[in-house]
């Protein structure tokens, strides 16, 4: 299968007016992996939301099309019914709502969605545990409500843990390695790399060489200043570990 | 010149003229200590009048529907209930009042205990009214002339009574049902005692028929007295039709190490004042004061709350929750006086309020009067709409707005609930909460 997942194009976009992405080009085929790395603040997270839908992040000029299909059209539940799937930076804390009954909603929108019978709660609850369990969480999760009180990469697991769940056929992955210690960036990297599939495509966003060694990308693109500004194969992450950014932004590094 | 307006009575007259037809009927007639309280009580609410707006307590919250409909007690339940009542389970009791009056054949008592006691005020009273002497005169204490007017016309209500030691593990549910005919008032009173080291959970759960042809009133008291060391774990659930007046109020004096959870919820009711006075009596008591209020069209869902610190090293937490929809109005009031020797007090105190329309209005007065030093006093009060990076994170994952708000909404709300309780009593809570959500806007509930 040669068909792209993603293809974005000259992509501009603005958060509160000002333009944080300013002509962005990128696709993914599908059942690749593509990750981007770049400078804090160069609209990597910019660009995140803006595949899933967030409110306040407006593209003034160019196009996204997933699966063939006009992105930008969606809403948010839309976009996550049809397979699109954010692991976000910083999860957000939900008090009150048990992170259960969330997944068997979203679960189970997205198979009203596709016309698939839902889940009962012992179908949900088996798969459920299953998950946790390769993903070495405590199932006593499920009854938490979402993210309250997790460390950090207790959150990151569950944002793991989530896509796992629901199977996307578009991850993106916004420093899921962030706050992970090197026990838990194993387990999460074995839980993404048993996602990886010829009809799935990830982009993994990262700070780190060291989670491409367990991610394997097959592409790496870097981004500076809301374009991308070099792409290459996994050697340009080494090159970027001992270089920095400044080789490819240009710029004077900060340091 | 002149001209006489065509008279319309009010409630506060339909009681004056009612009272001493009614009184040979009222449980303790000719009890002479029962007979000087109702009198006693009358008096002062003939005096006073209902509280209106004028009072500093009455500022954000009317009664005025009391003056439009004649509102009269009555002796005699109206009508069965035609809708199937709440379930709470496990419980260890169920009683069931139609129209403030006991009903015997929709009550079980499942387990009792040793050392337990559950019955009725109109038992209680026929019984071994001595017992109750001292609890029922000292929620008479004048505390304004509605509670008067409860006082004077109280006609029934549960008494639990649990000696030192003794626990009741499942909840005791005390269903109160209103027919709503013939713009009836209801006056309950509920007497819990615990003796030391007591423990018991004990749920109210007020409904009106669903069909209800009429407006109705409710006022209903539940003095609460905890020796030390008692530990009473309360929820009062007020889910009456959109065409009742609702004034409850829980009066409790918690001893030494002695531990007061209540919860207060409010659903229905045009009108709605759930208030809860706590006095500490003896070192190291604490109270949990929480609730949420629920509201849509124009009710009006009042909270108000008086903690007296009265003693050293006492606590007090304060947690409640609004959500309001349409043009809702939620009130909450809350008072903690801390005396000038109550050294070691710890109070806290936090309203949050859910605005879902531009319509809905929150009120929040707190109100700390501290003559301590060396004490923790905090309050807070936050109005908002729902959190849009909740809100996002849950549409990013494929659930559809609806479901999304109806989610955090649930959860909001189930925050309070899950630090209330983690047990039968939350679960049902949550379950009364769901059911507000399910009949959702415009409203089946009549
Ligand atoms: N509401 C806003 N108004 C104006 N600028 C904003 C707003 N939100 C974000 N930005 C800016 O957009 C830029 C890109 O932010 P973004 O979060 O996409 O960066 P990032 O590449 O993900 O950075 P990091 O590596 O630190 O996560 C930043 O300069 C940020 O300050
Ligand atoms: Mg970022």
């Known amino acids: 299968m040669s068909e792209n997942i993603l293809e974005i194009r000259n992509l501009h976009a603005t958060v509160d007016g000002t333009e944080i992405l300013k002509g962005l080009t990128l696709t993914l085929p599908a059942g690749e992996v593509h990750a981007m790395m770049g400078p804090n603040g160069s609209g990597k997270s910019t660009l995140s939301y803006v595949l899933a839908g967030r409110e306040g992040y407006e593209v003034t000029a160019g196009e996204i099309s997933y699966k063939g299909q006009d992105l930008l059209a969606l809403a948010p539940d839309e976009r996550a019914q049809a397979g699109i799937f954010l692991a976000f930076q910083y999860p957000v804390e939900i008090p009150g709502v048990a992170n259960s009954v969330f997944l068997k909603a979203a679960v189970n929108a997205q198979r009203r969605a596709r016309g698939e019978v839902e889940l009962d709660a012992m179908d949900f609850l088996k798969r459920a545990k299953a998950e946790l369990a390769a993903l070495e969480m405590d199932q006593e999760f499920l009854s938490r409500p979402i993210n309250v009180g997790f460390s950090g990469g207790e959150k990151k697991r569950n944002e793991v843990f989530q896509m796992a769940m629901l199977e996307p056929t578009l991850a993106v992955l916004d420093e899921t390695d962030s706050g992970l210690d090197i026990d838990a960036l194993r387990v999460v990297a074995d839980g993404v790399n048993r996602l990886r599939a010829p009809d799935r495509s990830m982009l993994v966003i990262t700070h780190y060489q060291r989670l491409l060694n367990h991610i394997v990308p097959d592409h790496i693109h870097v981004l500076a200043k809301g374009r991308i500004v070099a792409s290459g194969g996994k050697e340009l992450a080494l090159e970027l570990e001992e270089k920095g950014y400044a080789a490819f932004t240009g710029e004077k590094s900060a340091a | ?446």
């Not at chain 2, 009791?93 to 009056?101: E, I, K, P």
């Not at chain 2, 008291?221 to 039709?241: F, M, N, P, Y």
């Not at chain 2, 559809?400 to 209330?420: K, Q, T, Y």
């Open chain 2, 1 to 446: 010149m002149n001209e006489t307006a065509p008279e319309t009575a009010t409630t506060a007259q339909a009681h004056l003229r009612a009272f001493d037809g009614l009184r040979p009927a009222l449980p303790g007639a000719g009890l002479d200590w029962v007979e000087a309280l109702r009198t006693d009580a009358l008096g002062r609410f003939e005096d006073a009048g209902l509280p209106n707006r004028r009072l500093e307590d009455w500022k954000f919250t009317t009664l005025a529907a009391l003056d439009r409909v004649a509102f009269a007690p009555g002796t005699q339940a109206a009508v069965t209930p035609d809708a199937p009542l709440p379930e709470l389970s496990p419980a260890a009791a169920r009683l069931v009042f139609v129209d403030g009056r006991f009903d015997e054949s929709l009550s079980e008592i499942y387990a009792p205990a040793d050392g337990v006691t559950v019955t009725t005020l109109v038992t209680a009273l026929a019984k071994d009214a001595s017992a109750l002497e001292g609890q029922l005169s000292r929620a008479s204490d004048p505390a304004g002339a509605l509670w008067d007017l409860n006082a004077a016309f109280m006609a029934d209500g549960a008494v639990i009574r649990l000696a030192d030691g003794a626990a009741l593990d499942q909840p005791v549910h005390l269903i109160f049902f209103s027919s709503g005919a013939a713009n009836r008032a209801n006056h309950i009173r509920n007497v819990i005692a615990l003796g030391a080291g007591a423990r018991a959970n004990v749920v109210e759960t007020y409904i009106s028929a669903t069909d209800t042809l009429g407006p109705g009133f409710t006022s209903a008291v539940t003095d609460i007295a905890l020796a030390d060391g008692a530990a009473l774990i309360h929820a009062r659930v007020q889910d009456e039709s959109l065409r009742t007046v609702h004034a409850a109020r829980a009066v409790v004096s918690v001893g030494g190490e002695a531990e007061y959870a209540g919860f207060a919820l409010a659903l229905g009711g045009e009108v709605s004042r759930q208030e809860t006075d706590i006095a500490f009596t003896a070192p190291g008591g604490r109270a949990r004061l929480m609730g949420a209020y629920l509201g849509r069209g124009r009710q009006l869902l009042d909270h108000t709350t008086r903690v007296d610190h009265a003693v050293p090293h006492c606590t007090t937490e304060e947690l409640f929750k609004g959500v309001l929809d349409e043009r809702a109005h939620g009130v909450f009031q809350g008072l903690i006086r801390v005396a000038p020797h109550a050294i070691g007090t710890d109070a806290r105190q936090r309203n949050q309020a859910l605005l879902l329309s531009e319509r809905a209005v929150a009120d929040t007065k707190p109100e700390l009067e501290i003559l301590a030093d060396d004490v923790k006093c905090a309050h807070g009060a936050t109005v908002g709409d729902l959190d849009a990076d909740a809100l996002f994170y849950l549409m990013a994952r494929g659930v559809p707005e609806a479901e999304a708000r109806r989610l955090l909404i649930a959860g909001f709300a189930g925050d309070v609930i899950e630090r209330f309780d983690r047990g039968a009593v939350g679960a049902y809570l949550s379950d009364c909460v769901a059911r507000w959500q399910d009949r959702g806007t415009g409203d089946g509930h009549a």
